[in-house]
């Protein structure tokens, strides 16, 4: 995510000092950040953070190493300290309104030793509980890659059960690590942030529920707790039985309506040139076009791309002869926002009513929805 300085209006400022005033999370003045990194002596630095709408920015001068930070947080949030000319590493950091040091090298910022912030502390804490899981996940992919080699990319149906009941396991431990942990700390917005991030972006919305029903009520009034509401209500309107509905430009600059296709099962495709995942699975849903085009299924591709010539040539080098749509604003692209997309590559099925009938469907998964449909 770029950062940009913003501007306020007399009112956005009045609403923001509300916010501040009434938050529930709210302790002491303000804060103050003093930071060192070592092996920079000069520049600038930047801490950025979003609430709601708004990316707010502030930046210091470094000297010697040094640097300082002064402000105010409404509630506990999620900040980042960006370096001038480092746009490979930042710092992520929850900062509250207290003081708080940071330490760290140049060469590894995620290594940033982060103290005063209670917050940050609990941080820590979910990572080294969520420690086993991803062990136990690496292990799985392990042998997952394993698996498909073994039979040159094509596993068999045992092969597929025993993947498939695998990953059910890595699935329900980690389900139980985080009620373990979100019983233990149920007034902590980093419950609600991690729903927000793990939970969320794959719609897995009833796990989320039930993780989300273990938290206080100030941390489900937070600002992560208020975004866990607004995607409950995107999914209302995206989910399945939902029917969804957008306009916005191809590749010519006119404009297509996605009800338009109503008649034919639409697979809305969001995706992005600079995505590894989504072009690796591009061949999958050409060969799929293929097959079914003819009996009734279109694509519309909704590029979450800023780059038009990338969006184009990405288009023309993976040979995607379906409609293609952008309005070149990244993850604010106005489809996805509609959809709660939060990555990619994500895609939605609609029937010949417009209604969505399947959710992240891929692979080998894709190819067998849509022989069900159109093999009956």
């Not at 001068?61 to 949030?77: A, N, Q, Y």
């Not at 990244?330 to 609609?350: D, I, Y």
Request: proline share 3%; glycine share 6%; net charge positive.
């Amino acid at each position: 995510m770029k950062f940009k300085n913003l501007g306020f209006t007399a009112i956005g400022v009045a609403l923001i000092a509300v916010v501040y005033a009434f938050s529930a999370f709210k302790s002491g003045d303000g804060f103050i950040i003093k930071g060192h990194i070592d092996g920079v002596t000069s520049g600038k630095v930047y801490l950025i953070h979003q609430y709601f709408k708004d990316e707010i920015t502030d930046s210091a001068t470094i000297k010697d190493g040094d640097f300082v930070f002064k402000g105010s947080t409404p509630e506990p949030l999620e900040y980042r300290i960006k370096f001038s000319g480092n746009d490979r590493q930042q710092i992520f950091l929850f900062v509250e309104n207290t003081n708080i040091t940071v330490h760290a090298n140049k060469d590894s910022l995620f290594k940033a030793d982060i103290k005063g912030s209670a917050t940050q502390d609990t941080w820590n804490a979910y990572l080294k509980a969520w420690k086993p899981v991803t062990q136990y996940a690496g292990k799985y992919y392990h042998l997952s890659d394993s698996v498909y080699k073994a039979h040159n990319k094509k596993p068999d149906s045992a092969a597929k059960a025993f993947l498939k009941a695998e990953n059910v396991k890595l699935e329900d431990l980690d389900f139980k690590m985080h009620q373990e942990f979100f019983s233990s700390h149920p007034a902590s917005i980093i419950c609600a942030y991690v729903i927000n991030t793990h939970f969320i972006p794959y719609f897995q919305f009833d796990k989320a529920a039930k993780l989300f029903a273990l938290l206080n009520d100030n941390v489900k009034k937070s600002y992560y707790g208020k975004q866990i509401d607004q995607s409950v209500e995107i999914e209302k309107r995206s989910g399945i039985g939902a029917k969804p509905d957008f306009v916005m430009n191809d590749v010519n600059g006119k404009p297509v309506k996605l009800s338009s296709f109503k008649g034919k099962y639409v697979l809305v495709d969001f995706w992005a040139s600079w995505c590894g995942p989504c072009r690796r699975e591009n061949p999958n849903v050409l060969a799929n076009y293929n097959k079914y085009h003819d009996k009734g299924l279109e694509i519309v591709g909704v590029s979450l791309d800023k780059d038009r010539a990338a969006w184009l040539k990405a288009i023309k080098a993976d040979g995607l002869p379906w409609t293609h749509v952008s309005d070149l604003k990244g993850w604010n692209n106005a489809a996805a926002v509609e959809f709660g997309v939060k990555v990619v590559p994500t895609n939605f099925l609609l029937d010949k009513d417009g209604k969505v009938i399947a959710k992240n469907i891929r692979e080998e998964e894709l190819g067998n929805k849509l022989k069900s449909i159109f093999n009956n």
